[in-house]
C-alpha cells in the first residue's frame, strides 16, 4: 500500500508562487511513475506534469514554463514549483502514485492507482 500526503497549498496573488510538496508512505519501490494534477470545481480532473524513477519529466504543453515538477528519492518527497500563479489555476491539487495497473499516459487519472487527498490553492487578482 501507498500513502501520499500533499501539502503547500494556500492564497496566493496573481503573479505569487506556490510550492507544493507531497510526502510518500508505505511501500513506496512499487511506484514507477507520479504527477500532480488538479481539479476545478465544475470541471474535470486535468493532469500537470509527471515524472519516472530515473526522473524523466512530462508536462502539460500548456503549463510548460511556469509548473516545475521534481523529486527528492531520499526524502520520499514529489515538488510542484508553481510560478506566475493566475486567478485560472485556482483549484484543488493532487498528487498521484502509479504502481500497478493499465497505463494510459502520465495526463490520465486512470494511469494512477494511489492519490492523495489534495491541497487547495487559490489565486485572487
Known amino acids: 500500500q501507498v500513502q501520499l500526503v500533499e501539502s503547500g497549498g494556500g492564497s496566493v496573488q496573481a503573479g505569487g508562487s506556490l510550492r507544493l510538496s507531497c510526502e510518500r508512505f508505505g511501500y513506496t519501490q512499487s511506484i514507477y511513475y507520479m504527477a500532480w494534477f488538479r481539479q476545478a470545481p465544475g470541471k474535470e480532473r486535468e493532469g500537470i506534469a509527471g515524472?519516472?524513477?530515473?526522473?524523466?519529466?512530462d508536462y502539460v504543453e500548456s503549463l510548460k514554463g511556469r509548473f516545475t515538477i521534481s523529486q527528492d528519492i531520499a526524502k520520499n518527497i514529489l515538488y510542484l514549483q508553481m510560478n506566475n500563479l493566475q486567478p485560472e489555476d485556482t483549484a484543488m491539487y493532487f498528487c498521484?502514485?502509479?504502481?500497478?495497473?493499465?497505463?494510459?499516459?502520465?495526463?490520465?487519472?486512470?494511469?494512477?492507482?494511489?492519490w492523495g487527498q489534495g491541497t487547495q490553492v487559490t489565486v485572487s487578482s
Open positions: 515524472t519516472n524513477r530515473e526522473g524523466r519529466t
Open positions: 498521484a502514485a502509479a504502481s500497478s495497473g493499465t497505463w494510459f499516459g502520465f495526463d490520465r487519472p486512470g494511469s494512477y492507482n494511489n
